[in-house]
Nanobody, 116 residues
Framework: QAQLVESGGGLVQPGGSLRLSCAAS????????MAWYRQAPGKQRELVAS???????NYADSVKGRFTISRDNAKNTVYLQMNSLKPEDTAVYRC??????????WGQGTQVTVSS
């Protein structure tokens, strides 16, 4: 069974940094588009960042310039480097893997809390 496991979340002060990791037990990981989503209480799930199988990236305007998504296909892992964190970044962050329209997997989520 395919499985995505996030790690790296936690409590951080505003202006701080965290790096989230998503380890994927997916065959042929390199063909999947990977993404990070987040959802805060009372808010709609938001696409934070994505990276294609070819390595092209996209970011939500709210995180552009602060977050960086990357992938290491040799390790079947995608990362989200989060810098200059703000309280509004507080959310559960979930990793997503997708290939075409019929193959999609989600991680269980990791909590990121930005607070003084």
């Amino acid at each position: 069974q395919a499985q995505l496991v996030e790690s790296g979340g936690g409590l951080v002060q505003p202006g701080g940094s965290l790096r989230l990791s998503c380890a994927a037990s997916i065959s042929i990981f390199s063909i999947y588009a990977m993404a990070w989503y987040r959802q805060a209480p009372g808010k709609q799930r938001e696409l934070v960042a994505s990276i294609s199988s070819g390595g092209s990236t996209n970011y939500a305007d709210s995180v552009k310039g602060r977050f960086t998504i990357s992938r290491d296909n040799a390790k079947n892992t995608v990362y989200l480097q989060m810098n200059s964190l703000k309280p509004e970044d507080t959310a559960v962050y979930r990793c997503n893997a997708r290939w075409d329209m019929n193959y999609e997997y989600w991680g269980q989520g990791t909590q990121v809390t930005v607070s003084s």
